[in-house]
Structure formats: C-alpha cells, structure tokens
C-alpha cells in the first residue's frame, strides 16, 4: 500500500463507527462485518452500506436483491472478528455457530443479541471505487436488549465507556 493510502487510511481511522454484520440469502446465508452503514432517509426508510466487489456477500446480495444489516452490542465482539475472519467456514455451514432467525420481509440472518436491526429490499446500487454502494429500502425492523454499541477506531474494535449525559455531569 502506498504512503498516500496508508497516510489517508490513518486519517479515516480516526472517526469512530458503530460495527454491523450484513447478511444476505435465504437458502445459504452469507455475512460480513462492516462499518460502513449509514441511515439515509426516515421516509422513505432508507438506509446504505458499501460492500467490497470481491466480498462473497456482494453476488449475494446482487442475486437476492436484499439484505439485512444487525448493530453489534459491545457484549458481540466475538460475531464482529468472526464476520471479518476471511478463514471462517462458508456456505451451508456459514451460520451453524451464531445465533439468528430469519428477517422477516426477505429471510436474511438476523443476529440475535443485537442493538437493532433492518431487513432491506435492494433499491438501487452506485459504483464507489473498489466497493459498490448498496441502498436499501428498510421493510422490517427491530431492536434487542440495551447494551452498549460495539465501535470500530483506529484499526480496532473498542467498548464505550458511560457516558453520563451533559445535565448530569453539570449537577454533579
């Protein structure tokens, strides 16, 4: 990687992210961790995520026209290195060690344990470089327990502390 990347690299590591696992496929589920997420619009529910073209959840997701996006806890570090383990089984048996259900407009992996989650309809892809940007539109939603957000800084995956709230902070 060139010292321009790397340098650039550096500087994007510095914002912080919350860490998702977008799934996609009903009959052979496949997943990946990834920080690139954003909501878009509340209407029409929209949200997006890039996906690297040589990702196997890329074809997926181009011949399931969907996918499904679960928000990691803080308490899920585990799904967030073996959605990012390239060494991980694939296929059939993809899923057999992690907790799911089916999302309920298109069947793709739910994560169960997560912060929240959408189930996407594909509705439209943009070229973005060396990853294609896929905007879903959201049919189903959800959320799990309370936990905290598991975050994505610097290369690495991190817990928040507690923050208290700003009014909190002041009377104390």
């Known amino acids: 990687m060139s010292e321009e990347r790397l340098a650039l690299r550096s500087v994007l590591g510095k914002f912080a992210t919350g860490v998702t696992v977008v799934t996609s496929g009903r009959d052979t589920p496949c ?14 529910p929209l949200v997006l995520v890039c996906i690297t073209r040589s990702a196997a959840i890329y074809k997926s ?12 806890s803080a308490e899920q570090e585990h799904l967030g290195r073996y959605f990012a383990d390239h060494s991980r089984p694939r296929g059939e048996t993809e899923f057999r060690a992690v907790d799911w259900s089916p999302g309920p407009a ?3 992996p ?27 539109s959201v049919l189903a939603s959800g959320h799990g327990p309370e936990y905290d957000a ?10 928040p502390p507690f923050v208290k709230p700003r009014e909190s902070r002041e009377s104390a």
């Open 31 to 44: 997943g990946m961790t990834a920080n690139s997420f954003t909501s878009v619009s509340l209407d029409p």
């Open 61 to 72: 997701i181009i011949d399931n026209g969907s996918f499904a996006v679960s928000f990691l």
């Open 106 to 108: 298109t069947g793709a």
């Open 110 to 136: 739910v994560l169960l344990g997560a912060l929240a989650w959408v189930d996407c309809e594909l509705a439209n892809s943009y070229d973005g470089g060396d990853h294609e940007i896929f905007l879903g």
């Open 150 to 159: 598991l975050l994505y800084f610097r290369g690495g995956f991190h817990q």
